[in-house]
C-alpha cells in the first residue's frame, strides 16, 4: 500500500502541477521552489502513510 501511495504522490506530472500552482500563488521569485514542492510531498505522504496503515491495522485486529 505504501508503495502505491508513493507512486501516486512521486508522478512527475504531479510535481510538475504543485510547481505551477506554487509559481502562480506566490510568483517566480522563490529561487528554490522543487524544495518546497518536495517537502509538501513528502508531509502528504507521510500523513496519508499513518492514516492509511492505521485502518489497515484496525481492520486486521478486527478481523482476528
Known amino acids: ?36 514542492v518536495l517537502l509538501i510531498h513528502s508531509v502528504i505522504f507521510s500523513v496519508l502513510f499513518y492514516y492509511v496503515n492505521r485502518f489497515v491495522q484496525k481492520k486486521l485486529h478486527d478481523s482476528l
Not at 7 to 18: E, N, Q, T, W, Y
Not at 26 to 32: D, H, L, R, V
Open 1 to 36: 500500500i505504501s508503495g502505491l501511495i508513493f507512486f501516486i504522490l512521486a508522478f512527475p506530472d504531479l510535481f510538475k502541477a504543485v510547481d505551477s500552482l506554487l509559481r502562480t500563488i506566490f510568483g517566480s521569485n522563490i529561487t528554490n521552489l522543487h524544495i518546497v
